[in-house]
């Protein structure tokens, strides 16, 4: 049989393209298939960004959306949030996951009453539509793994933009979730998130650039859009001792069957 020489291609699992401010979402969608980016997954942090992003994954192939509120605008989701999100999800066949929701207790942005709340809300319409979460954690963890384990064995969810400590990581692998890092484990100084990238196997992690954020050390002070994802799985592939071409395909194939693209 003839060996396919083709390359594996990469999936940006979480990417604002509503945020960009440098290019178009035309042009960041172009420029990412030309780097070998196959799909783009935009999740909404708002309802608004949600509305955008189904927009975007009617005008894109390349691009499916997640739709959700993000933990700083938890302050103001209520019922109408909530049925205006369900709308979109029944609306539209590339709605394939739920969030960005969770815990930000960094900024503290809402009451952390309201990010419960908005994050409760949001893991029950997921389990009624059988869709997974991508869920925000940031300096969040134990209240973030008590949420989690109410809903372990009926629940699919990644950890985006993975900030936890390895014994977190270890913790979320039990319950069945996936973790996703970022540009930013290519950071000088994130020596100990490297470390559990170590520790977290290769398919049960995913890419994301989080764009427009955090950029990945090749190109810091740039705006981030998915066409660096490459970066990051250069970086994962120098970790974990894979050609980088190993790394796209195992991700990929991981976040397919994780977010049931096509």
Known sequence: MEKN???????????????????????????SLAE???????????????????QYSN????????????????????????????????GNKKVIAIGE????????LSPKNDQENAFIS????????????????????????KILKSCTGSLNA???????????????LEMGFFISFTGVITFPNAKEL???????????LFLETDAPFLAPQERRGQENYPGF????????????????DEVARITSVSARKFFKLN
């Open 194 to 204: 490297v470390q559990t990238v170590k520790e977290v196997p290769i398919e049960r």
């Open 36 to 54: 070998n980016v196959k799909y783009i997954i935009n999740p909404g942090s708002s309802l608004e960004g949600s509305i955008k992003s189904c």
């Open 59 to 90: 005008k894109f192939e390349a691009v499916y959306s997640s739709v959700g509120v993000h933990p700083h605008d938890a302050e103001t989701f209520d019922k109408r949030t909530l049925s205006e999100l369900e709308k979109l999800v029944k």
């Open 101 to 108: 929701t969770g815990f930000d207790y960094y900024r503290n």
């Open 229 to 244: 994802v490459k970066y990051i799985a250069a970086k994962i592939a120098d970790i974990k001792g894979l050609s980088v």
């Open 158 to 172: 990644v950890i985006h933009c993975f900030s936890g400590s390895t014994d977190f990581a270890l913790k979320c």
């Open 122 to 145: 949001q893991i029950e319409l997921a389990l009624k539509y059988n869709l997974p979460v991508i869920v925000h954690d940031r300096e969040a963890h134990s209240d973030t793994l």
């Open 5 to 31: 020489n083709k390359p594996s291609y990469f999936i940006d699992t979480h990417a604002h393209l509503d945020m960009l401010k440098n290019m178009t979402p035309e042009t960041a969608v172009k420029n």
